[in-house]
Every structure is written in structure tokens, then in C-alpha cells.
Nanobody, 122 residues
Framework: QVQLVESGGGLVQAGGSLRLSCAAS????????MGWYRQAPGKERELVAV???????SYADSVKGRFTISRDNAKNTVALQMNSLKVEDTAVYYC????????????????WGPGTQVTVSS
């Protein structure tokens, strides 16, 4: 079984920074892509940033220039550096990975972490 676990959430003032990390464990052959999503109260879950195994990245317009996604393929980890945080960035942040499992099946499934709360105060 594959598990994704996030860490690094918390409370920060507007203009501050936080770094989220996510580690995947289990029977993993590869993960492509890995990404971060968020869900604010009363809103749908939305994509924040995604990174391929080759390092290609894509960001939501609302976070471009402020957030940076990175990954370590050898450790099956992904991180999200969040700078210049705004009150509207407050949400539960979820790590996601499209995982290809190990032999003999090499099955592909999407996995989610349980989420980590990020609260930005004014």
C-alpha cells in the first residue's frame, strides 16, 4: 500500500513564508506527476502546483511568483515553498501523486495525503 504524508502547515502572518513537505512510502516504482492541491472552507479543491518527474512545473495563476514546487525523485518527496502568503491562501493543503506500483502489476493509481492546514492571518 502507498501512503503520502504532508508536514509543515501552520499559522503565519500575511507576507510570511511556509514550507510544506510530502513523503510517499510503500511499493512505488515511480510517481508522475506529484502535486499540491488546496481546499478552502466552502470551496472546491483546486490545483496549486504540479511537477513532473523530469522537473517540469505548472502553477495556478493565483500563486505564480510566490510559490515554488520541487521534488526529490530518489526520496519520493515533494515540497512547496510558499512566500508572500496572503489571507486567501488559507486552506487545507493536500499532496497528490500518480503512483505506478511495483512488480508484478505496476498498477497506476492516484494517492492523496490526509492534508495539512495552512492559516494566514491578517
Amino acid at each position: 500500500q502507498v501512503q503520502l504524508v504532508e508536514s509543515g502547515g501552520g499559522l503565519v502572518q500575511a507576507g510570511g513564508s511556509l514550507r510544506l513537505s510530502c513523503a510517499a512510502s510503500g511499493s512505488i516504482f515511480s510517481i508522475n506527476p506529484m502535486g499540491w492541491y488546496r481546499q478552502a472552507p466552502g470551496k472546491e479543491r483546486e490545483l496549486v502546483a504540479v511537477i513532473s518527474s523530469s522537473g517540469s512545473t505548472s502553477y495556478a495563476d493565483s500563486v505564480k511568483g510566490r510559490f515554488t514546487i520541487s521534488r526529490d525523485n530518489a526520496k519520493n518527496t515533494v515540497a512547496l515553498q510558499m512566500n508572500s502568503l496572503k489571507v486567501e491562501d488559507t486552506a487545507v493543503y493536500y499532496c497528490n501523486g500518480r503512483v505506478q506500483g511495483g512488480p508484478p502489476v505496476f498498477e497506476i493509481n492516484d494517492y492523496w495525503g490526509p492534508g495539512t492546514q495552512v492559516t494566514v492571518s491578517s
